[in-house]
């Protein structure tokens, strides 16, 4: 099968990226013939309001250059990770121009509010949800702090709901998890549309001995994952519990003052994806305290697959990726009291935790391998190929 994968980058690197690179690498490995098709938001610096507004919306040059390579290329299918905002949804017309079936990765909630997350002002917000236009978005200058952009982004959404794109120019959408699927169906997407395939961790690194009798902290650190709680329940616990905390971000300056403050916390800055995982592989437990839905959390996902259990916060897509008492522990959102009471458990309980790591992994092995993750692909696949046939069919007959 020949694939051509589109991703427009994000000028902060970030898990989609990540998922792009890694669908494409397995694709290529299983021996199809993958084309990449890029862009990066480094671009848009340079570009006016307008022509970024009107490139939002439609980028006639990248549909007549995207149309070229698929008439060269005759990919079967057309697999869009992220399009906002150089590629645009011209993109999908194109594809079906030429006949190929058209899949989206919803890595996100991008189609539900402009900011991509259903979060403001600490607290999840679904205030556009059920609306054609996300006006409360725009009063809220949720995307970028900017009721220009935020407007731009929410005219996209509103316009190509209105022309049908979501509905007839996507064969089929991948949400990562259960939870993304039913939201977007609250949102308006056609639910036989919607297939749920998991992220993947490639290569496998194996069972940790986990011996560091640590807890770890992994991701950016933002409001939104938590980071203010967690340094909030290390200051009130009553165990002598090591923290180690990984990541950068707005609230790097605040992690670094805690460990300081902090005797049981201690900040290593960013690492590469290969001490991360060591870390994973010594560590206790690893922490999860996200105040939002979160799309798929790539940690939860490494964090089984070397047999470390999870504390997370019992909301959104953690909800269903974590099973308490299983995989990990659940605390109530947005509550440290309930988190300590969850770390402190956890630390006196050695062996039940190590039992919940074991889970971890297994679940990991039949979940989230590369193997399995690859028949889900080739069967999302197919049914965007179906129903590219039977829609044509109609068309030629409509």
């Known amino acids: 099968m020949t694939i051509c994968i589109v991703h427009n980058f994000y000028q902060a690197p970030g898990g ?4 792009y690179a890694a669908e494409a690498a397995l694709l290529e490995a299983r021996g199809h ?116 952009a935020t407007a731009m982004v929410a005219a996209m959404v509103s316009a190509h709901r209105l022309a049908g794109t979501w509905a007839k120019r996507v064969d089929v959408y991948v949400a990562l998890t259960e939870f993304t699927r039913e939201k977007h169906i609250e949102g308006g997407l056609n639910e036989e549309q919607i297939a749920v395939k ?9 069972w940790g001995r986990h011996e560091g009798r640590f807890a770890l902290f992994v991701g950016r650190l933002e409001e939104e994952k938590g980071i203010g709680l967690l340094l909030d329940a290390w200051a009130r616990k009553r165990p002598h519990i090591p923290l180690k905390i990984i990541g950068a971000g707005e609230g790097t300056e605040r992690v670094a003052q805690a ?31 996200s105040t939002w839905y979160e799309g798929f959390p790539m940690t939860i996902v490494e964090a089984y697959a070397t047999g470390l259990p999870v504390i997370a916060s019992d909301l959104g897509s953690m909800s269903t990726l974590v099973r308490n008492r299983q995989t990990g522990l659940h605390f109530d959102p947005g509550s440290v009291e309930d988190l300590v009471r969850k770390i402190e458990w956890a630390w006196a309980h050695e ?19 590369a193997e399995r993750n690859y028949e889900m692909l080739m069967k999302i696949y197919d049914q965007a190929k179906e129903r590219r046939r039977r829609c044509s069919g109609r068309e030629r007959h409509g």
């Open 33 to 148: 013939r993958v084309i990449r098709y890029t862009a990066h938001n480094d671009a848009v610096d340079g570009m006016s309001r307008a022509t970024l507004a009107k490139n939002t919306l439609w980028n006639g040059e990248r549909y007549r250059e995207l149309r070229a390579l698929f008439r060269r290329e005759c990919p079967e299918v057309v697999h869009f990770h992220n399009t906002l905002p150089l590629v645009s949804p011209a993109a999908y017309y194109a594809a079906h121009a030429e006949g190929a079936a058209v899949v989206q990765t919803l890595h996100n909630f991008r189609l539900l509010c402009p900011r991509a997350i259903l979060y403001r002002d600490g607290r999840v917000c679904e205030d556009c949800l059920p609306r054609t236009f996300a006006w409360p978005g725009v009063r809220h200058a949720c995307y970028r702090g900017s009721r220009p």
């Open 198 to 206: 998991p992220n993947f961790v490639f290569p496998d690194p194996g």
């Open 351 to 369: 062996e039940e935790v190590a039992a919940m790591g074991r889970v971890a992994r297994e679940t990991f092995e039949g979940r989230y391998t």
């Open 259 to 289: 460990s300081t403050a902090l005797p049981d916390v201690e900040y290593l800055g960013r690492q590469p994806r290969d001490m991360v995982l060591e870390h994973m592989k010594n560590a206790a437990f690893l922490i999860f305290p």
């Open 16 to 19: 989609e990226d990540q998922v």
